[in-house]
C-alpha cells in the first residue's frame, strides 16, 4: 500500500505572515548577514561595487570576488535555512514563521533558491514585489507567487 502525503493545510488552520511581521524577520536577517559582511570587508578590505562607481575608483578582481562571496553567503543562508527542518531563516523562527509551499510542506533546496533569488526582481521593481502581499489573499510576495510559497505562522493560535 502506498503512503499517502497529506497536506498539513487538511489538518491545520492557516495564518498567514503579516507585513510587519515579515519586515521585522527581513530586518533580523539582516543583522545576521551584516556581521559576516562586516568581518569579510576587514579581512579583504574591499568595498561594494556600488561605492567604488560613486568614488570613481576602479572595479577590481578583489571588488568582485567581495561581492561574489556576499551573493553566495546570502543566498545559502536563505536557501538551506528555509528549506530545511525549520523552514525559516532565523529572523523567522523569532516571529514564529516559517516558509511552506502551497501545500503546507516543507520546500526544497531547489524552490529555496528560485524564492531568494526571485526576491532580486521584487526589488529592482522598487520593491514593489513585496508590497504586493498587502492586497493579496495569502499575503503573498511576487518572489512568493514566483517559487509557489507562502509564509506562515509556525504555531498558529486556534
Known amino acids: ?5 497529506i497536506s498539513i493545510f487538511e489538518t491545520t488552520q492557516v495564518v498567514y505572515a503579516g507585513f510587519w511581521q515579515r519586515f521585522a524577520a527581513a530586518l533580523i536577517d539582516g543583522l545576521i548577514i551584516l556581521v559576516p559582511t562586516f568581518i569579510i ?10 561605492t567604488e562607481l560613486i568614488h570613481h575608483k ?25 528549506s530545511g527542518k525549520q523552514q525559516a531563516t532565523v529572523g523567522k523562527m523569532a516571529l514564529g514563521l516559517k516558509v511552506t509551499d ?6 526544497s533546496f531547489g ?12 526589488e529592482i ?14 499575503n503573498q510576495t511576487l518572489h512568493d507567487k514566483m517559487a509557489g510559497t507562502l509564509v506562515v505562522k509556525n504555531n498558529p493560535i486556534i
Not at 500500500?1 to 502525503?5: F, H, L, V
Not at 576602479?58 to 528555509?82: H, K, R
Request: negative net charge; hydrophobic residues 45%; aromatic residues 14%.
Open 1 to 5: 500500500m502506498q503512503e499517502q502525503e
Open 41 to 50: 570587508k576587514q579581512i579583504t578590505g574591499e568595498d561594494n561595487i556600488l
Open 58 to 82: 576602479p572595479i577590481t578582481a578583489g571588488v568582485c570576488m567581495y561581492e561574489i562571496t556576499l551573493l553566495i553567503m546570502g543566498w545559502l543562508y536563505f536557501a538551506l535555512m528555509e
Open 102 to 107: 502551497m501545500e503546507g510542506q516543507r520546500i
Open 111 to 122: 524552490k529555496a533558491t528560485g524564492r531568494h533569488f526571485g526576491k532580486l526582481v521584487s
Open 125 to 138: 521593481i522598487l520593491f514593489f514585489g513585496y508590497f504586493m502581499m498587502l492586497w493579496d489573499e495569502k
